[in-house]
Nanobody
Framework: QLQLVESGGGLVQPGGSMRLSCAASGSTLYHYAIAWFRQAPGKEREGVSCISSSGSSKDYVDSVKGRFTISRDNAKNTVYLQMDSLKPEDTAVYYC??????????????????WGKGTLVTVSS
């Protein structure tokens, strides 16, 4: 059973940066594609970014392209989301999720097997 724990959230001013971490335990992340999702108050959850199990493929929703960077360190069993040039509309609870995969070059935003409990990111002056 894979457990995921997000960390790194908090309050940041517009234009600032923040790095979220998704630490896994109970199993290695080696065979899992990982995605970050977010849910703002009163809005549906949306996929923000995903990374393949090999790290060779990454995807971003249009609203964060050029500002967010996803990465993974399989040796540390951790996935990161570096968020720069943050905007108030980035305010949300951010979740990481994992999907066990065979193809190591694809990532996904659906049918996730495991979810973390989320970390709150607030962008405000």
């Amino acid at each position: 059973q894979l457990q995921l724990v997000e960390s790194g959230g908090g309050l940041v001013q517009p234009g600032g940066s923040m790095r979220l971490s998704c630490a896994a335990s109970g199993s290695t992340l080696y065979h899992y594609a990982i995605a970050w999702f977010r849910q703002a108050p009163g809005k549906e959850r949306e996929g923000v970014s995903c990374i393949s199990s090999s790290g060779s493929s990454k995807d971003y929703v249009d609203s964060v392209k050029g500002r967010f960077t996803i990465s993974r360190d399989n040796a540390k069993n951790t996935v990161y989301l570096q968020m720069d040039s943050l905007k108030p509309e980035d305010t949300a609870v951010y979740y990481c999720a994992a999907l066990r995969v065979v193809a190591d070059y694809l990532c996904y935003y659906y049918d996730m097997d495991y979810w973390g409990k989320g970390t709150l990111v607030t962008v405000s002056s």
